[in-house]
T-cell receptor
Framework: NAGVTQTPKFQVLKTGQSMTLQCAQDMNHEYMSWYRQDPGMGLRLIHYSVGAGITDQGEVPNGYNVSRSTTEDFPLRLLSAAPSQTSVYFCASSFTPPQGAVYNEQFFGPGTRLTVL | GESVGLHLPTLSVQEGDNSIINCAYSNSASDYFIWYKQESGKGPQFIIDIRSNMDKRQGQRVTVLLNKTVKHLSLQIAATQPGDSAVYFC????????????FGSGTQLTVLP
């Protein structure tokens, strides 16, 4: 299994440009999520999905869109990039916890380092 | 401010010594806590977790302690090795929040030879 893969690894954008960060997992996980990590800070949740066709907002969703047309893929779209979106972006996935369980371990991808000029 | 925070941003220990990394949380509704390790240029990697109905949980060379009275979490690493050098994050899941995690800002652990 490749686990969670993200492309590209690095990206430089100009203000106002759009792009899509790709995330894929081959573990048949129902739950997928996107985080951003800024220097000296922990990860903050952008958007998440509990299954194909279902998405919801996290802590910092503004400026980002997501869709979940398949179980495997969860792309993150920046519609009009801003310098404030310069960050490292991580995608994560996990199984749905079994009934009665609280949580399941999330597996993280290697990240995409995005710079917006 | 963030719900989960760390007392110290950096920690240096001698190889072979034990390390203790601390974390405070403020949301009494949190029912699940996780420690992640993040090496430079990589994504976070799960270390150990603990549910709120537990006080202590042990793994291989790692122990997590949870004190709900003072809302404090700690990660103990026994016989710290050079490969343990990384940033360590605690994260909490608030009950009913659909597996959303709130992360602390991280502690940089440096193992000295």
């Amino acid at each position: 299994n490749a686990g969670v893969t993200q492309t590209p690894k690095f990206q430089v954008l100009k203000t106002g440009q759009s792009m899509t960060l790709q995330c894929a997992q081959d573990m048949n996980h129902e739950y997928m999520s996107w985080y951003r990590q800024d220097p000296g800070m922990g990860l903050r949740l952008i958007h998440y999905s509990v299954g194909a066709g279902i998405t919801d907002q996290g802590e910092v969703p503004n400026g980002y869109n997501v869709s979940r047309s398949t179980t495997e893929d969860f792309p993150l779209r920046l519609l009009s990039a801003a310098p404030s979106q310069t960050s490292v972006y991580f995608c994560a996935s996990s199984f749905t916890p079994p009934q009665g369980a609280v949580y399941n371990e999330q597996f993280f991808g290697p990240g995409t380092r995005l710079t917006v000029l | 401010g963030e719900s989960v925070g760390l007392h110290l941003p950096t920690l240096s220990v001698q190889e072979g010594d034990n390390s203790i990394i601390n974390c405070a949380y403020s949301n009494s509704a949190s029912d699940y806590f996780i420690w992640y390790k993040q090496e430079s240029g990589k994504g976070p990697q799960f270390i150990i977790d603990i549910r709120s109905n537990m006080d202590k949980r042990q793994g291989q060379r790692v122990t997590v302690l949870l004190n709900k009275t003072v809302k404090h979490l700690s990660l103990q690493i026994a016989a710290t090795q050079p490969g343990d050098s990384a940033v360590y994050f605690c994260a909490e899941n608030i009950k009913g929040s659909a597996r959303q995690l709130t992360f602390g800002s991280g502690t940089q652990l440096t193992v000295l030879p």
